[in-house]
């Protein structure tokens, strides 16, 4: 991109991929100025890179660009072709770039980013539907370790944050490490990344709070708060990440419910017990069941009369209506008797 804005340092002297944020975002107004103030052309690499920096916008804004027109340099952008040379009245020739971004936002900017461990689980394999990849740029077709075919594994950290900022997943390396790999500090800054957080920074995030010490947990746990009390965890998402450390043997069940009884301790019980509860069903289908289970489901009895209308996930009901009389199945039929009978009582007091 620094050699495309030195290129066409005449023609385009307005970088329309310049952050608006701190975090390597850019705003829809921004874009929308520098679009405006565009005296004759832009680069490729510049307008996709503006696109996967464009913070989430109401698709209805995308008619705020209908009367602009500003072409992108056709010489530099690379059609569907093997060879990659772009000819004369092919139709990727002189892109509109207002079109580009209004097409976009009006289909909902960025897609979700899903990931997977690679099928020798050393990596993260990233995969997204993107209406615009980097491989549409005449430059871009060659690997780049950053873009790696624009997804792929993750390269350094920091150079991918700038390219992909809302998609922070993208920052990170192996799946279902061991907790005594993780570092605090790292994990600090993952959660101040924007975007949407997936299955792999769930998983990272998991892994720190199971880390070995209590010193090293504090160190995150206040941080972890935060991100509850901003919506920003999925408890689906978690519940993925645990079956995928149950799996590695990397859980660390033990060390993770003492950080997860601090949580609630700490003020977070609203916002960490459905993730809690929903991991809790997730293992309660594994076979064999994993030997922190019972203790987890205690856990989860002694507080369920903090939660003013609990609801017992499919997973540990089954777990509980199974026969047999192991500690886990004890665990889960205490917890479900709790549950129903704070139910039955908030329907008794609601009658009177």
């Known amino acids: 991109r620094g050699c495309e804005a030195l290129l066409m340092v005449e023609q385009a002297p307005v970088l329309l991929s310049t952050p608006t944020y701190q975090d390597g975002t850019l705003d829809f107004d921004d874009l929308r100025a520098r679009l405006a103030g565009c005296l004759q052309v832009v680069g490729p690499l510049d307008l996709v890179q503006a696109l996967y920096r464009l913070r989430p916008t109401d698709p209805a804004r995308a008619v705020e660009l209908d009367r602009m027109q500003v072409p992108v340099v056709a010489q530099l952008c690379a059609p569907d072709s093997p ?7 092919d139709p990727d020739e002189g892109w509109d770039a207002p079109n580009l971004v209004r097409t976009w936002v009006g289909g909902g900017g960025l897609p979700r980013l899903s990931a997977r461990p690679s099928p020798d689980g050393q990596s993260w394999s990233f995969d997204a539907e993107v209406p615009v990849p980097w491989s549409r740029c005449l430059a871009a077709p ?3 370790p950053v873009l790696d075919d624009y997804l792929g594994h993750a390269g350094d950290s920091a150079a991918v944050a700038r390219v992909f900022p809302l998609w922070p997943d993208r920052v990170l390396d192996a799946p279902y490490l061991s907790s005594t790999w993780q570092e605090p ?15 792999a920074a769930h998983d990272y995030f998991l892994a720190t709070l199971a880390s070995q010490g209590s010193q090293r947990r504090q160190e995150f746990i206040a941080v972890f708060l935060t991100l509850l009390q901003h919506d920003r965890l999925d408890p689906h998402r978690a519940a993925e990440a ?3 450390r149950a799996s590695a043997g990397t859980l660390a069940l033990s060390t993770s419910i003492q950080s997860w009884e601090e949580i609630f301790r700490s003020g977070g019980l609203r916002g960490m017990w459905p993730l809690v509860m929903e991991i809790a ?11 922190g289970l019972p203790a987890l489901l205690r856990l989860l009895t002694s507080y369920v009369r903090e939660v003013p209308a609990p609801v017992i996930p499919e997973g540990i009901r089954q777990l509980a209506a199974a026969p047999g009389t192991t500690r886990s199945q004890v665990e889960a039929r205490a917890l479900v ?3 129903t ?3 039955t009582s908030n329907e008794t007091a609601m009658t009177r």
């Not at 060879?83 to 009245?89: K, L, S």
């Open 83 to 89: 060879t990659g040379e772009v000819e004369p009245g």
């Open 142 to 144: 060659i690997r780049v």
């Open 185 to 199: 500090s790292a994990a600090v800054a993952l959660a101040s990344r924007s975007g949407e957080f997936g299955v």
């Open 242 to 244: 645990a079956l995928g």
């Open 281 to 291: 069903s997730a293992l309660a289908g594994v076979s064999p069941k994993p030997a």
């Open 337 to 339: 008797a709790a549950a």
């Open 341 to 343: 009978s704070i139910t």
